[in-house]
């Protein structure tokens, strides 16, 4: 348990940040714990991170604790100029520097062979290192002020759907972090992509916003066997975790509109038997069919970003209503559906049902 060495929780303290320029000062603050080793939470574009100092061993080490992450799994530094990258790797190729040009900052991590600068705590132990430019406002100037790069996982409890608000944050590590920063939900929900450059061609190991049709207009890709073939060994340590996992049970039904609305009420007619509490999460056209049931909604069919922005949140609201088992709708694994499904494949913990 993260806290005080006596054993006590520690408190977590709360900053509501706004816009950069009027938080300015409380930025300021909340840098000083980055600077004496301690964890913030900050907002960024995708989810929300867990921060210290990228560069701090013992700092780091505290991001594993808080979250109760796996030693083996490493961290992503975050850096808020270009340049920073330099003297965290060995080997910024034409093609790093074309992606990092183009889509920087934004949602889009890259994976370099690191220097001796970067601790094993966020490589695990490996020699290569995954880095992000983050777009989000608050997340830039406050790794500006911090003055290092910050390793930031998404801040939830490892295992849990990824926070995209300040209150999903606090569910999870309130207690445990030293702070937290407010800045409104996130924009995109997902997190980033993660594109391992050592390799040629270069392989998406997590998808996310940017897709393996936006990146193949730059060079070469392909997406990881591994994302493909769920039997095949980790490449990315995360992989191989159960993640996103809402604690109800949580299936999803693919096929035409039809069918799906009719297997979520046969299958909610069968759990209702066994005395289960049920929640359905479906696109905003199905919920009428679920009048005077626990429905949320994740936008409109033809809206995957709205989908992307609203899945982990409406997973966590369920585990608070304390419902038994979710029944939920997908998409097609194509462009950015390859992401949503991606996680909808973890957060069922592979139940996904074909109709
Ligand atoms: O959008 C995001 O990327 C968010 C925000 C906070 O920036 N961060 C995030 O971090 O999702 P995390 O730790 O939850 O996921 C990072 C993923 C993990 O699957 C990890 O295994 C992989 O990136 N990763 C990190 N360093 C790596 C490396 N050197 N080689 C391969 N995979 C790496
Ligand atoms: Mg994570």
């Given at each position: 348990m993260a806290g005080g060495d006596d054993g006590t929780k520690m408190k977590t303290r709360y900053y509501s940040i706004g816009n950069v320029k009027e938080g300015e000062e409380l930025l300021q603050e909340a840098a000083k714990y980055i600077r004496c080793g301690e964890t913030v939470a900050i907002p960024t574009e995708?989810?929300?991170?867990?921060?210290?100092?990228?560069?701090?061993?013992?700092?780091?080490?505290?991001?594993?604790?808080?979250?109760?992450?796996?030693?083996d799994n490493p961290l992503i530094l975050h850096i808020a100029d270009i340049a920073s990258v330099d003297e965290l790797v060995i080997d910024v190729t034409p093609q790093h520097r074309t992606l990092m040009e183009a889509l920087w900052p934004g949602p889009l991590t890259l994976i370099f062979k690191c220097s001796d600068l970067v601790p094993k705590a966020v490589t695990a132990g490996g020699d290569t290192v995954a880095i992000r430019f983050p777009s989000h406002p608050i997340a830039r100037r406050f790794?500006?002020?911090?003055?290092?790069?910050?390793?930031?996982?998404?801040?939830?409890?490892?295992?849990?759907?990824?926070?995209?608000?300040?209150?999903?944050?606090?569910?999870?590590?309130?207690?445990?972090?030293?702070?937290?920063?407010?800045?409104?939900?996130?924009?995109?929900?997902?997190?980033?992509?993660?594109?391992?450059?050592?390799?040629?061609?270069?392989?998406?190991?997590?998808?996310?916003y940017y897709t393996m049709e936006d990146l193949s207009r730059y060079l070469k890709v392909e997406l990881d066997e591994n994302l493909l073939d769920t039997k095949a060994l980790p490449r990315s340590p995360g992989q191989k975790y159960r993640h996103y996992a809402p604690k109800a049970e949580y299936t999803v039904y693919t096929g035409s509109k039809e069918n799906v609305v009719a297997a979520l009420k046969a299958a909610r007619e069968e759990y209702k038997k066994k005395g289960k509490k049920v929640g359905l999460l479906v696109f905003n056209e199905d919920a009428s069919n679920f009048p005077e049931e626990e429905v949320l909604t994740l936008g409109s069919y033809d809206d995957e970003k709205t989908m992307g922005r609203l899945l982990f949140a409406k997973l966590r609201e369920f585990d608070r209503r304390g419902v038994d088992v979710i029944l939920g709708v997908g998409v097609e694994s194509v462009g950015y559906g390859t992401a949503l499904m991606n996680r909808i494949v973890k957060a069922t913990e592979g139940r996904i049902v074909e109709v």
């Open positions: 995708t989810v929300y991170g867990l921060a210290a100092d990228g560069l701090n061993e013992k700092a780091c080490a505290r991001i594993f604790e808080a979250k109760e992450r796996p030693a790794i500006e002020i911090c003055g290092t790069p910050l390793a930031a996982p998404s801040a939830n409890q490892s295992g849990r759907p990824s926070p995209t608000n300040a209150s999903d944050v606090l569910a999870d590590m309130d207690g445990r972090i030293c702070a937290i920063l407010d800045g409104g939900p996130c924009e995109i929900g997902l997190e980033s992509t993660v594109l391992d450059m050592t390799v040629s061609p270069a392989k998406i190991l997590r998808p996310g």
